[in-house]
């Protein structure tokens, strides 16, 4: 049976291809691969380095291609309700400038690659890549928009969390997304709590894709020129 998709949503997505013209954008959004979700971390991810390799990948793909890439980051102040101290859900993490919120070591973002602030303010939780500003003050979806990105890949860390609600977001924003299911780990605070925001997800509209796939049907994924 064919997923039907919110009235809502189609309506952004014909609102988003036009302002974004014929560009026909992909961009690849990487979520929150920093060192406080990656074992060992204040909020450690259980295998939440293991998307490393694999985005490493995707990034390299895209950025031969001439596709954006993005990486989003938690950038919380030492104070924030974001965490038990403040009367939050979560332990200190990701504050910035801490080497906690820094990128995983073995990321290779290519060069260009824009940065995405999320979680800034105290009263921010930052769910969402789509709740962040790029490095120059603007907000993800303008950003986006001027760049005519009208489908998003989307990985990182965590799929119940970040991953699921920028999802989430980008589909009720109009974007065409594709989670990449081997590119995604959860926290999993409730047993299956990942494979719920999947199908959350895909219920919502979003496809998946892995790396054997995401390139299918794109020009020059048989070799041949674009």
């Avoid at 997505?13 to 026909?24: K, L, N, V």
């Avoid at 101290?85 to 990321?107: I, K, N």
């Avoid at 940065?115 to 500003?133: L, M, Q």
Wanted: charged share 25%.
């Amino acid at each position: 049976m064919k997923e039907q998709v919110e009235p809502e949503v189609q309506s952004m997505a014909e609102q988003t291809q036009r302002q974004g013209g014929a560009g026909g954008g992909r961009a690849l959004v990487i979520v929150d691969v920093q060192n406080d979700f990656c074992p060992g971390g204040a909020l450690g991810v259980p295998e939440g380095d293991k998307v490393v390799p694999v985005l490493n990948e995707y990034a390299r793909r895209f950025a031969e291609r001439g596709w954006k890439v993005l990486a989003s980051r938690d950038w919380h102040p030492k104070e924030s309700t974001h965490f038990r101290s403040g009367g939050g859900p979560w332990p200190e993490h990701c504050v910035r400038d801490t080497p906690g919120a820094d990128f995983h070591p073995d990321l290779k973002l290519p060069e260009g690659t824009e940065i995405i602030s999320k979680g800034t303010s105290p009263e921010e939780h930052g769910y969402s890549c789509f709740e962040g500003r790029t490095g120059g003050g603007e907000t993800l979806v303008d950003y986006l928009r001027r760049q005519g990105v009208d489908h998003l890949y989307v990985g990182g860390i965590a799929t119940d969390y970040c991953v699921k609600q920028t999802v989430l977001d980008g589909l009720k924003q109009g974007f065409k997304v594709t989670l990449l299911l081997d590119a995604i780990r959860g926290v999993d605070v409730e047993e299956g709590d990942s494979a719920r925001a999947i199908d959350r997800m895909i219920r919502a509209g979003a496809k998946t894709a892995t790396l054997e796939t995401v390139m299918e049907g794109e020009p020059g994924a048989d070799g041949s020129a674009g």
